[in-house]
């Protein structure tokens, strides 16, 4: 039931971001719209601790704004690599480690590093990751083991 009220929560917050009007006719249709979808999801059976993991709220913020900066610096990098040429660029792909133990810990680090320009998480298979990337440096950075430590940090 807690993860239906959350749901409701987010889901009413977005719809109130996104719309930007509060008459009395469209709050209502919002509310129903939000009552309507979350009765949807809890028949289909896909509200559960995975689907609404507000036990790692707090902390996402935090990773999304350590994300963003190495969404950036990578931008950067992909950029210099462009504006070189072809002499720059080192296309490797490699299976990375990973530790993680949850489902919803391996697929956020698989996004994550998708989300990253000039990596692309080509398969997630239990232990391991393949990893390409445009450069044997964006590799590296993956093996040292940061970006799998923050996200295993977010679900403690």
Not at 20 to 43: K, N, Q, T
Not at 67 to 92: D, H, M, T
Not at 101 to 106: A, E, G, H, T, V
């Amino acid at each position: 039931m807690r993860y239906s009220l959350y749901l409701s929560l987010v889901l009413g917050l977005i719809w109130l971001g996104n719309s930007g009007h509060y008459s009395p006719l469209l709050l209502a249709f919002g509310a129903l719209s939000v009552f309507l979808v979350v009765w949807i999801a809890r028949r289909m059976r896909v509200v559960d601790g995975e689907s609404q993991p507000f036990h790692m709220s707090f902390r996402l913020l935090a990773y999304y704004g350590w994300l963003f900066r190495k969404i950036v610096e990578s931008n950067i990098k992909v950029a210099g690599c462009a504006w070189r040429g072809r002499s720059a660029i080192s296309p490797v792909s490699a299976r990375v480690p990973c530790a993680l133990q949850s489902d919803l810990s391996r697929v956020i680090y698989a996004n994550s590093i998708t989300l990253t320009p000039g990596t692309v998480t080509v398969s997630l298979d239990k232990g391991e990751l393949l990893v390409h990337a445009l450069t044997e440096s964006g590799i590296a950075e993956l093996q040292t083991g940061e970006m799998e430590g923050r996200v295993a940090r977010l679900d403690q």
